[in-house]
């Protein structure tokens, strides 16, 4: 029992890979559905969500946390599916959020671009110079998005366990490859790993139900107690404390939930500092 994450630029043959490995292993195979599960549950546009998922932050939202809510809906709901094991997960920030989780095997698929040129100009029935623009900018927005939002370049190397060019290598060969090192006693679940998913999976449940009182909300998780630091005006410190701890036991798995505020002082002019 394992999870795989397949992150993969567009028209590199990842979706593919990702759904022949799914059922080779008879594993689940999960992309889009997560967003459409998402926008249901926290009642959010869909449109929204992928574009908090896809675009890069403008300056602006660096600065608004625009964005914040969206990715902590995401992030809960697919750690809820890669929780539940035998899950193939294809497609952005799947490998960040399951970092430290052992059984997490994380792949990346490239492809070389000439071939994803051909291929995007046969889709959408535009010119070579078009289809060239189109893939590069999405290139670029999908890295821009991992380093602002978590300083992470999804080019860096050192994110995945393999990196598998679609060229000599095929489809299947890459399946081969994926569902054979998956089967290695290295990416098996434990009782240990599972729990670092557990602990993983409430703490974004607990920031996604609580992120729309604080953008700015921190929360772990370790064994059914929830800890939560939140930066609170003085003057509502307590009923925000009270709030949030009512919110979060609620959660199934939630024990034990821990406020910790840092208050901020709130100026005449409704004004937050610092």
């Known amino acids: 029992?394992?999870?795989?994450?397949?992150?993969?630029?567009?028209?590199?043959?990842?979706?593919?890979?990702?759904?022949?490995v799914a059922e080779r292993l008879g594993y689940q195979c999960v992309a889009r559905d997560v967003i459409i599960e998402t926008s249901k549950e926290f009642n959010t546009p869909e449109f929204k969500?992928?574009?908090?998922?896809?675009?890069?932050?403008?300056?602006?939202?660096?600065f608004t946390h625009g964005k914040?809510?969206?990715?902590?809906?995401?992030?809960?709901?697919?750690?809820?599916?890669?929780?539940?094991?035998?899950?193939?997960?294809h497609g952005l920030a799947g490998h960040f959020f399951v970092k430290g989780v052992s059984h997490a095997l994380k792949i990346r698929i490239i492809a070389d671009m000439d071939d994803r040129v051909r291929l995007e100009m046969a889709r959408e029935k535009v010119s070579k110079e078009e289809a060239l623009r189109v893939l590069k900018n999405d290139d670029e927005e999908r890295r821009k998005w991992s380093f602002n939002l978590y300083g992470i370049d999804t080019?860096?190397?050192?994110?995945?366990?393999?990196?598998?060019?679609?060229?000599?290598?095929?489809?299947?060969?890459?399946?081969d490859i994926i569902c054979?090192?998956?089967?290695?006693?290295?990416?098996?679940?434990?009782?240990?790993?599972?729990?670092?998913?557990?602990?993983?999976?409430?703490?974004?449940?607990?920031?996604?139900?609580?992120?729309?009182i604080d953008l700015d909300v921190n929360v772990r998780a370790e064994d059914g107690h929830v800890y939560v630091e939140s930066r609170a005006p003085l003057t509502e410190e307590t009923d925000l404390e009270d709030e949030m701890k009512k919110i979060v036991s609620t959660i199934p798995g939630a024990k034990w939930v821990h406020i910790k505020t840092i208050p901020r002082v709130k100026w005449s002019d409704g004004r937050l500092f610092p």
């Open 1 to 20: 029992m394992s999870i795989i994450t397949i992150s993969r630029g567009s028209y590199s043959k990842g979706k593919d890979v990702a759904q022949k």
């Open 155 to 175: 080019s860096d190397v050192t994110l995945y366990d393999l990196i598998i060019h679609i060229r000599d290598i095929t489809v299947d060969d890459a399946v």
């Open 68 to 89: 914040e809510k969206y990715i902590a809906y995401f992030q809960a709901a697919l750690l809820k599916h890669l929780q539940k094991d035998n899950i193939v997960y």
């Open 180 to 212: 054979g090192a998956v089967r290695l006693n290295r990416f098996k679940t434990t009782f240990e790993s599972q729990k670092i998913m557990d602990n993983l999976t409430l703490a974004a449940e607990a920031k996604a139900a609580l992120v729309h």
């Open 49 to 62: 969500l992928i574009r908090a998922i896809h675009d890069s932050p403008s300056i602006l939202e660096k």
